[in-house]
């Protein structure tokens, strides 16, 4: 069976106010792939997350989702086709106890992961659902940012950062959780500084530097390019 593509970027262009963050962004992500977005700070990785959301002040240029138009969309509804952003800052609202963060988003596309498959998933979200957000540890808050999206019916994730500041044991977690979604059917995009944690995930890998993607390669290309690619990001 052929793979579809699930998302295709073509002409990307996006604006903070008058400051044009991304130069003509190209690429396209196809049905249960995990692909890496890597550059250094300021290359344009998160704003291009962002600018598929419509989360930019403005943009340009074509997003299709499963062939559909969504760059004139509200980003509600390019959520309803299908994609959850998962954003550096986690947004979990602290009043709130980790059961009802995890239920507060509604339903937007069917298929959403049912609330026992999540704490399946995420056994310590179960033993903590009762607790405030602000309580839980920042690697409990990530498997929750990550959870609500879930449940929502995404598809398509776009994981920015998740291994930010978080301990070996939780990030070798959270990479089990990626292995997991890809092997049930999920598309992923990750921004990652962690290398380490993004390497043996990604199917492939895109560079990007000034706001547009300068190079891409595979999995299987990875260990002929990793000297210059530790090089370029200096890592």
Known sequence: MATQRFLEVKGLHAWYGESHVLHGVDFHIDEGEVVTLLGRNGA?????????????GSRKGSVK?????????????????????????????????AEENLMLPPVLAPGGMPI?????????????????????????QQMLAVARILRTGAKLL??????????????QKLAEMVVAL????????????????????????????????????????????IERLHEYLGV
């Open 44 to 56: 344009g990785r998160t704003s291009t997350l962002r600018a598929i959301m419509g989360l930019t």
């Open 116 to 140: 026992e498959q999540v704490y399946a998933m995420f056994p310590n979200l179960k033993e903590r659902a009762n607790s405030q957000g602000t309580r839980l540890s920042g690697g409990e």
């Open 182 to 225: 890809r092997r049930q059917g999920y598309t992923i995009v990750m921004v990652e500084q962690n290398f380490r944690f993004a390497a043996p995930l990604a199917d492939r890998f895109l560079v990007m530097e000034h706001g547009h993607v300068i190079q891409q390669f595979t999995q299987a290309e990875l260990p002929s390019r």
């Open 65 to 97: 989702v499963h062939g559909t138009e969504a760059i004139a969309m509200a980003t509600h509804r390019i959520a309803r086709l299908g994609i959850g952003y998962c954003p550096e800052e986690r947004g979990i609202f602290s009043s709130l106890s």
């Open 158 to 171: 776009l994981l920015d950062e998740i291994s930010e500041g978080l301990a070996p044991v939780i990030v």
